[in-house]
Nanobody
């Protein structure tokens, strides 16, 4: 069993930055970040393999967001720079034991409760 706890969300002005953290218990799985805005489906943001060898990003965040991990702390991070109002959403951390970085929600077995990110224009 894996438990995931996100933190670091909040309110920020457009152009600002936030760093989300996802503290995990249990095994060191591949991790991903997803987000869901009101009235929209959950969408992929970024993913990283358990050994940090591979990462993947949604086109909408490439060049602005960076996913990383510290396995000694069993924590995954999402550094978000140049934030836009359209980045406003609840951000979820997820974990899976499959091969390679995954971008589909159904590939993930464990989910956190989410953290709200609001970007003001």
């Amino acid at each position: 069993q894996v438990q995931l706890v996100e933190s670091g969300g909040g309110l920020v002005q457009a152009g600002g930055s936030l760093r989300l953290s996802c503290a995990a218990s249990g095994r060191t799985f591949n991790k991903g970040w997803f987000r869901q805005a009101p009235g929209k489906e959950r969408e992929f943001v970024a993913a990283i393999t358990w050994n940090s060898y591979s990462t993947d990003y949604a086109d909408s965040v490439k060049g602005r967001f960076t996913i990383s991990r510290d396995n000694a702390k069993n924590t995954v991070y999402l550094q978000m720079n140049s934030l836009k109002p359209e980045d406003t959403a609840v951000y979820y951390c997820a974990a899976n034991g499959r091969v390679g970085p995954r971008s589909l929600p159904y590939d993930y077995d464990y989910w956190g409760q989410g953290t709200q990110v609001t970007v003001a224009s």
